[in-house]
């Protein structure tokens, strides 16, 4: 349960997250899409950066490939770019440690080599092949189909590449299909099989391993595991007035060391939408493929799942399709997925183990590394609060709110979990790569973070309005820290003393950069506190938290949060997506105070303009406040330049609450609740409910 900060300043008018044991951050801007680990540690990284120097105004973005020691030395950067946007998605390492980058462009100048495998640009947009030598030059460069998904190489130095379009030497295609390539560490084309080919791959000495999700019909192999689709798998996801959509199944395949051979081809699915996100191989020869499953069919109920094993880790797809809204008509199916691991034996013909990975909400698989012994690393979006493993308190959990990133462990037999560890949210999938130790790295966007599995003492920090988990703060912000804080504390709220809220409650404090915060609540999981104003102006700033983890024996955890000047956020009056009329809303519920004075809810929705809500993270909007002080009455007021979405920008004044901590600010809305604030934009998951007309 979380303890409001502004119920209980109304009330009385006053009164991992997984810890990263290395982080190091690209250049700003910086998305890396792929990422390998060398035997010595050494961490290279793909993916696309704004040009330093764009050649036109559609050159937005440049494909990078970097390699970083442990410690986040730049041995090189090396960009690839031409006219127009080129993004790498792919990256595999040689033995000499080369690094081959693929991805797509639409640069017709992007900068192929002289007598390349493919040197003209075939379209709008082409895929391409790299070399990047261990000194970061370009050994060669060359375009490639239409899109490159997945590289591998072996112990030869040999370049295996899996895309979209026709391969090397075939023509442009007019529909979609999919190819497999091999090339020698020259970049001189081996073969180029027009006609299979998939999203991600492996290879060995037997062969070359290709799984990927296609809405057509393949051609199986006889005795495989799943010769055809499952009975009642439709062929459209959605079926509109002038379209539709078609739904896509997981296949995997498996060809002959020379890319003619097709020893075994099978889908691997049921009846609703699988997508693999990765796939490795054991020394064996079987196949292990992660991804994503949903968890039913469009316009059906009755459908086979996707196939999972007895004493598998979680034999059920858990995820509920909530009855979200919708203005298309006819109305488009709701989706829901899990993750699955699933193992296929050597032949292509039964399953190892197969489960899911989920919890009630959407949650997906986007990466998956095998160890030595056989263990599965897996990295995620999850939005369920009940996802597999996880060890921390309710508030630190995601939710359809904010989703957040994930990495566990699966054991090599599918049947056992370790303890799930939450990222600090991100706009980005995250990326997975596994160092030689079985260490876990995980690129989020431009950041490179290396995972702790023991369990933290602090286990996230949210902002106190929406309780969103963040990694930012305002100066004079309201902040939650929860975690394992001390079993023995007892619960207790502030009472201000000489219009000062205290920075010790029970003789527990928290300070920033030694600045000691005001104390708002302790409780065993839960502190909430004010940010000091005094941080204004700093990158970032050490947290340390008093704790009493053992019940008696003072300790102090401390953690890092960056300073932003302002974080403009709503107070809700609950993170849960509310109900009204049987329909579930996807937005969380304002705590706002409708013109009658009635607090807004689905049975008493607002009328009319204006609605009272209520923000912090505002920062030092006013000279002068003062860190922890209560307001006055009459309060202080300031203007802000809101916009509200469709009205543009406009000025509104905000005004502080008398006998409430100051940072706390109330403010009349229009219906449409504030996208902006003095141009910093508000994370948009609160809404309220109108009455129609």
């Given at each position: 349960m979380r303890t409001s900060v502004l119920a209980a300043c109304l009330a009385c008018a006053l009164a991992g997250p997984a810890r990263s044991q290395t982080q190091i951050t690209t250049p700003q801007a910086t998305m890396i899409a792929a990422m390998q680990v060398d035997a010595d540690g050494n961490i290279y990284v793909a993916g696309s950066t704004p040009p330093s120097n764009p050649r036109s105004v559609n050159d937005t973005s440049d494909v990078f490939v970097s390699k970083v020691t442990p410690g986040g030395q730049i041995l090189y950067w090396t960009?690839?770019?031409?006219?127009?946007?080129?993004?790498?998605?792919?990256?595999?390492?040689?033995?000499?440690?080369?690094?081959?980058?693929?991805?797509?462009?639409?640069?017709?100048?992007?900068?192929?080599?002289?007598?390349?495998?493919?040197?003209?640009?075939?379209?709008?947009?082409?895929?391409?092949?790299?070399?990047?030598?261990?000194?970061?030059?370009?050994?060669?460069?060359?375009?490639?189909?239409?899109?490159?998904?997945?590289?591998?190489?072996?112990?030869?130095?040999?370049?295996?590449?899996?895309?979209?379009?026709?391969?090397?030497?075939?023509?442009?295609?007019?529909?979609?299909?999919?190819?497999?390539?091999?090339?020698?560490?020259?970049?001189?084309?081996?073969?180029?099989?027009?006609?299979?080919?998939?999203?991600?791959?492996?290879?060995?000495?037997?062969?070359?391993?290709?799984?990927?999700?296609?809405?057509?019909?393949?051609?199986?192999?006889?005795?495989?595991?799943?010769?055809?689709?499952?009975?009642?798998?439709?062929?459209?996801?959605?079926?509109?007035?002038?379209?539709s959509v078609s739904c896509d199944y997981q296949y995997v395949a498996k060809l002959g060391p020379d890319g003619t051979e097709t020893i075994y081809a099978t889908f691997l699915t049921g009846a609703t939408e699988s997508f693999p996100a990765a796939l490795s191989i054991d020394s064996r020869g079987n196949v292990y493929t992660a991804g994503s499953a949903a968890s039913t069919c469009p316009y059906s109920s009755d459908c086979p799942p996707y196939p999972v094993t007895a004493g598998a880790y979680q034999q059920i797809n858990l995820a509920v399709v909530p009855p979200f809204p919708t203005s298309l008509i006819p109305p488009a199916p709701g989706y829901a997925f899990n993750g699955f691991v699933t193992g296929l034996n050597a032949d292509g013909n039964s399953l190892l183990f197969s489960t899911f990975l989920g919890g009630s909400d959407s949650d997906q698989v986007t990466g998956m590394r095998q160890n030595a012994v056989g263990d599965f690393y897996l990295a995620g979006s999850a939005a369920s609060p009940d996802f597999p493993g996880l060890a921390v308190p309710p508030a630190c959990r995601p939710d359809p709110a904010q989703p957040l990133p994930f990495v566990t462990r699966l054991s090599a037999d599918g049947s056992m979990l370790s303890q799930t560890q939450l990222l600090p949210p991100s706009d980005f999938s995250p990326v997975l790569a596994l160092g030689p130790d079985d260490t876990a790295y995980v690129a989020t966007g431009q950041i490179i973070q290396t995972v702790d599995f023991r369990p933290s003492t602090v286990a996230c920090v949210t902002d106190s309005a929406e309780y969103n988990r963040i990694t930012a703060v305002a100066p004079g912000e309201l902040i939650s820290i929860f975690g394992s804080l001390g079993p023995g504390i007892s619960p207790l709220a502030a009472v201000a003393q000489n219009g000062q809220i205290p920075t010790s409650l029970g003789g527990l404090g928290v300070r920033f950069n030694g600045i000691a915060a005001p104390m708002l609540y302790v409780s065993p999981d839960q502190y909430n506190v004010q940010v000091p104003y005094e941080v204004a102006g700093s990158q970032s700033v050490e947290v340390q938290v008093d704790t009493l983890p053992d019940g008696s024996t003072p300790q102090t955890a401390s953690l890092t949060l960056n300073v932003v000047d302002a974080a403009p956020v709503i107070f809700v009056q609950s993170r849960e997506f509310p109900s009204c009329n049987g329909v579930v809303n996807p937005g969380m519920l304002a705590l706002a105070i409708n013109p009658d004075s009635s607090l807004n809810s689905c049975a008493d929705p607002a009328t009319q303009a204006p609605v009272t809500i209520f923000l912090t993270g505002l920062g030092n909007i006013v000279p002068g406040l003062v860190t922890g002080a209560v307001e006055p009455n009459p309060a202080q007021m300031v203007s802000l330049q809101v916009e509200f979405g469709y009205q543009g920008i406009i000025t509104v004044e905000a005004h502080a609450l008398p006998g409430a901590i100051n940072g706390v600010w109330s403010l009349a809305s229009d219906l449409a609740l504030p996208y902006s604030i003095n141009g910093q934009t508000l994370p948009g998951s609160a809404a309220i409910f109108v009455k129609s007309n």
């Amino acid at each position: 349960m979380r303890t409001s900060v502004l119920a209980a300043c109304l009330a009385c008018a006053l009164a991992g997250p997984a810890r990263s044991q290395t982080q190091i951050t690209t250049p700003q801007a910086t998305m890396i899409a792929a990422m390998q680990v060398d035997a010595d540690g050494n961490i290279y990284v793909a993916g696309s950066t704004p040009p330093s120097n764009p050649r036109s105004v559609n050159d937005t973005s440049d494909v990078f490939v970097s390699k970083v020691t442990p410690g986040g030395q730049i041995l090189y950067w090396t960009e690839l770019g031409g006219n127009n946007i080129d993004t790498a998605t792919a990256l595999a390492l040689t033995p000499d440690g080369t690094a081959l980058i693929g991805g797509d462009t639409a640069s017709p100048d992007f900068p192929v080599t002289p007598s390349s495998a493919q040197s003209t640009f075939r379209g709008s947009s082409d895929g391409f092949l790299a070399a990047v030598a261990p000194n970061g030059t370009v050994r060669w460069a060359t375009y490639a189909g239409t899109q490159v998904f997945a590289l591998a190489s072996d112990a030869s130095g040999a370049v295996y590449v899996t895309g979209q379009g026709s391969g090397f030497g075939g023509p442009v295609p007019t529909t979609v299909q999919f190819f497999t390539a091999k090339l020698d560490s020259t970049g001189k084309v081996l073969f180029s099989n027009p006609t299979t080919g998939g999203s991600v791959m492996a290879v060995d000495s037997s062969g070359i391993y290709i799984a990927g999700s296609t809405s057509e019909s393949i051609t199986t192999t006889d005795g495989s595991f799943q010769p055809s689709l499952p009975p009642g798998a439709p062929a459209a996801c959605f079926v509109g007035q002038m379209s539709s959509v078609s739904c896509d199944y997981q296949y995997v395949a498996k060809l002959g060391p020379d890319g003619t051979e097709t020893i075994y081809a099978t889908f691997l699915t049921g009846a609703t939408e699988s997508f693999p996100a990765a796939l490795s191989i054991d020394s064996r020869g079987n196949v292990y493929t992660a991804g994503s499953a949903a968890s039913t069919c469009p316009y059906s109920s009755d459908c086979p799942p996707y196939p999972v094993t007895a004493g598998a880790y979680q034999q059920i797809n858990l995820a509920v399709v909530p009855p979200f809204p919708t203005s298309l008509i006819p109305p488009a199916p709701g989706y829901a997925f899990n993750g699955f691991v699933t193992g296929l034996n050597a032949d292509g013909n039964s399953l190892l183990f197969s489960t899911f990975l989920g919890g009630s909400d959407s949650d997906q698989v986007t990466g998956m590394r095998q160890n030595a012994v056989g263990d599965f690393y897996l990295a995620g979006s999850a939005a369920s609060p009940d996802f597999p493993g996880l060890a921390v308190p309710p508030a630190c959990r995601p939710d359809p709110a904010q989703p957040l990133p994930f990495v566990t462990r699966l054991s090599a037999d599918g049947s056992m979990l370790s303890q799930t560890q939450l990222l600090p949210p991100s706009d980005f999938s995250p990326v997975l790569a596994l160092g030689p130790d079985d260490t876990a790295y995980v690129a989020t966007g431009q950041i490179i973070q290396t995972v702790d599995f023991r369990p933290s003492t602090v286990a996230c920090v949210t902002d106190s309005a929406e309780y969103n988990r963040i990694t930012a703060v305002a100066p004079g912000e309201l902040i939650s820290i929860f975690g394992s804080l001390g079993p023995g504390i007892s619960p207790l709220a502030a009472v201000a003393q000489n219009g000062q809220i205290p920075t010790s409650l029970g003789g527990l404090g928290v300070r920033f950069n030694g600045i000691a915060a005001p104390m708002l609540y302790v409780s065993p999981d839960q502190y909430n506190v004010q940010v000091p104003y005094e941080v204004a102006g700093s990158q970032s700033v050490e947290v340390q938290v008093d704790t009493l983890p053992d019940g008696s024996t003072p300790q102090t955890a401390s953690l890092t949060l960056n300073v932003v000047d302002a974080a403009p956020v709503i107070f809700v009056q609950s993170r849960e997506f509310p109900s009204c009329n049987g329909v579930v809303n996807p937005g969380m519920l304002a705590l706002a105070i409708n013109p009658d004075s009635s607090l807004n809810s689905c049975a008493d929705p607002a009328t009319q303009a204006p609605v009272t809500i209520f923000l912090t993270g505002l920062g030092n909007i006013v000279p002068g406040l003062v860190t922890g002080a209560v307001e006055p009455n009459p309060a202080q007021m300031v203007s802000l330049q809101v916009e509200f979405g469709y009205q543009g920008i406009i000025t509104v004044e905000a005004h502080a609450l008398p006998g409430a901590i100051n940072g706390v600010w109330s403010l009349a809305s229009d219906l449409a609740l504030p996208y902006s604030i003095n141009g910093q934009t508000l994370p948009g998951s609160a809404a309220i409910f109108v009455k129609s007309n």
